[in-house]
C-alpha cells in the first residue's frame, strides 16, 4: 500500500489551489460537506480582512473518485481563486519584514517579491485545509475526533476546563467570533484585535488541537522519523506564521520537578476491561505521546502564532533595486488569523494521526482496514 501523502500546488492569485493525496484506501466516501465546512470555517473568525470578502471556498473533486468513493488511484481536490489577478498584480519592490519576502527575492535573484509571496501566501492552506478535512472524515469512521480552538490572542488567556468533552469545546468554539471556548475573554479578545485595527497593527495568538478515541501505539520510537510527536511539530510548525509548537505540558515541563510532569499509572477492572480499557493515568501532562507513540489519552497540541507580518503601519524596508530606504509594501491582509489557524491546524494534524493510523492498521480498501483495526480493538 502507498503510504498516505499529499502536495499542494498553487498561488495566492492564481487560478485555483490544487491537493494532491497518495495512499487513501479504496471504498472511502469523500466526506464533502466536511471539507467544506472546514474550509469556511478557515476563512471565518474575527479580524479577518477583505480577501475573505471575495473568496467563498469550496472543494471540487477532479480525479481519484467513482460514485464520491476512493479507487486507490491520486484523489486531486480544487479550491477556485476567485482573485485570479496574479498577471497583472503589480510588483513587491520593498520586502515586508516577518514574510518570506527578502529571503526569497534573494535565493530566487529577483528584485520583485510578488513571485514569493504568491505561494508563500497562507492561502495556500486552503489546500493543506481539505487534505487535512479528507482525514478527518477518514478518521472519524473509526471513531476518531479532533477539534482546534484558541486559548490565548492578543495577551489574554483563556480558561479551558479539562473537565469539558469535546462535543462541549466545540459547542463552545462554534458560538465564538474568535474560536474561543471561554466566553468571558471573548469580547476582551475581540477589544484587542479592534485596538490593533485602529492602530494599523496585528495581533497573534495560541491555539490548541485536541484528539480523542485514539489507540494506543500509533507512531514508533525506533526512527525518528517515524516519531509522531516529531512529525506532529514538524506539521504544526509549518503552518505560515507559527513560531512555536508544544504537546500537552511543553515547556512548563521544564520548570517542574520529574514527580511532578509525568502521569502515573493505574489499573481499574471492571466488567469491560480488556488489555488496555482497564489502564488509567493520574493526569495527561504528556498531552497522548510517550515516546513518540499515542498512549491512548487525548492528544493535546498548541501552537503559537505570531502577528501577521503584513501592517497597514508600514514597517521600515528597502527598496530591493535601488537599495534606498522605503516603507515596506502593503498587499491586502488580516489583523488576526489565530481562528483561522486553529482551524489548519486541526487540518494537519488530522492528516498525521491518518497516515499514522494506515501505518498500523492500513489495507488497499476500508475493509481491509476496518477489519485489521476491529481485530486489534476488540484485543484490547
Given at each position: 500500500m502507498v503510504p498516505l501523502s499529499y502536495s499542494t500546488a498553487g498561488e495566492s492569485h492564481g487560478r485555483c489551489l490544487i491537493t494532491q493525496l497518495y495512499g487513501l484506501p479504496s471504498g472511502f466516501e469523500i466526506p464533502v460537506p466536511l471539507v467544506n465546512e472546514m474550509l469556511r470555517r478557515r476563512q471565518g473568525g474575527y479580524g479577518r480582512g477583505g480577501r475573505q470578502k471575495i473568496e467563498t471556498d469550496v472543494v471540487e473533486i477532479l480525479t481519484g473518485v467513482i460514485r464520491g468513493h476512493t479507487i486507490g488511484s491520486p484523489l486531486v481536490l480544487s479550491v477556485a481563486n476567485r482573485d485570479?489577478?496574479?498577471d497583472d498584480a503589480p510588483p513587491v519592490p520593498r520586502p515586508r519584514p516577518g514574510h518570506a519576502d527578502l529571503a526569497g527575492a534573494y535565493k530566487f535573484r529577483t528584485q520583485d517579491c510578488r513571485p514569493v509571496l504568491e505561494r508563500a501566501s497562507a492561502r495556500e492552506t486552503a489546500?493543506?485545509?481539505?487534505?487535512?478535512?479528507?482525514?478527518?472524515?477518514?478518521?472519524?469512521?473509526?471513531?476518531?475526533?479532533?477539534?482546534?480552538?484558541?486559548?490565548?490572542?492578543?495577551?489574554?488567556?483563556a480558561n479551558v476546563d479539562e473537565g469539558l468533552d469535546l462535543d462541549q469545546i466545540v459547542a463552545r468554539r462554534d458560538a465564538s467570533e474568535v474560536y474561543c471556548p471561554d466566553s468571558a475573554v471573548e469580547a476582551a479578545m475581540k477589544a484587542a484585535i479592534d485596538d490593533a485595527k485602529y492602530a494599523g497593527d496585528t495581533v497573534g495568538g495560541i491555539f490548541e488541537v485536541r484528539v480523542t478515541g485514539l489507540p494506543i501505539g500509533l507512531g514508533s520510537c525506533f526512527r525518528v522519523e517515524d516519531r509522531l510527536d516529531a512529525r506532529l511539530a514538524a506539521a504544526v510548525m509549518g503552518i505560515q506564521a507559527v513560531k512555536g509548537v508544544e504537546i500537552g505540558l511543553g515547556f512548563a515541563q521544564a520548570s517542574r520537578r520529574g514527580s511532578a510532569v509525568h502521569d502515573e499509572i493505574f489499573w481499574e477492572a471492571s466488567e469491560e476491561t480488556t488489555v488496555t480499557r482497564g489502564i488509567r493515568r493520574s493526569h495527561n501532562h504528556a498531552g497522548g505521546l510517550e515516546g513518540g507513540m499515542t498512549n491512548g489519552q487525548p492528544l493535546v497540541i498548541r501552537g503559537a502564532k505570531k502577528p501577521i507580518s503584513t501592517l497597514r503601519k508600514r514597517l521600515r524596508s528597502?527598496?530591493?533595486?535601488?537599495?534606498?530606504?522605503?516603507?515596506?509594501?502593503?498587499?491586502?491582509?488580516?489583523?488576526?488569523?489565530?481562528?483561522?489557524a486553529s482551524v489548519i491546524a486541526e487540518a494537519v494534524v488530522c492528516f498525521e494521526i491518518a497516515r499514522a493510523f494506515l501505518e498500523k492498521f492500513g489495507g488497499d480498501t476500508m475493509d481491509e482496514t476496518r477489519a485489521r483495526w476491529e481485530a486489534d480493538h476488540s484485543a484490547r
Open positions: 485570479q489577478r496574479i489546500a493543506r485545509t481539505a487534505a487535512g478535512a479528507v482525514a478527518r472524515g477518514f478518521l472519524r469512521a473509526f471513531g476518531i475526533e479532533a477539534a482546534g480552538f484558541v486559548v490565548h490572542l492578543g495577551g489574554i488567556d528597502i527598496d530591493l533595486g535601488t537599495k534606498e530606504p522605503q516603507e515596506a509594501s502593503y498587499e491586502r491582509s488580516d489583523i488576526c488569523a489565530v481562528p483561522a
